[in-house]
């Protein structure tokens, strides 16, 4: 796939509902773990729980960067609503357009 000229690719995450087995954090037992935090922060901003699904998308923006798009919801939704609402956003996202700093 390519989004505003970098190529990338694209992961449909989910953790499978019977999976309860969990994962030991700083905070305790979680039955899921965050994907992406914010830089520099212990802020968590995508997690991925068996509720909570999140698709992905890495782009390789070349000299070793690498962007990262993240579509998931604040709240638990069953996974036909979450492929509908990922369907209507991603013409949106495949519209980015990127340019290059100019000093």
Known sequence: MTIGG????ML???LAPSWIKGCQAPEGHLVGMPILLEAG???????????????LILLDL???RTMSIAIFNNEPFPPSTFERQV??????I???????RQP
């Open 12 to 14: 449909d995450l989910h």
């Open 41 to 55: 922060s212990k802020t968590k901003i995508a997690p991925l729980t068996t509720d909570y699904p999140l698709r």
């Open 62 to 64: 070349t000299d070793g």
């Open 87 to 92: 369907a209507a956003v991603m013409p949106v």
């Open 94 to 100: 495949e519209s980015f357009e990127f340019h290059t």
């Open 6 to 9: 970098y190529d990338g690719q």
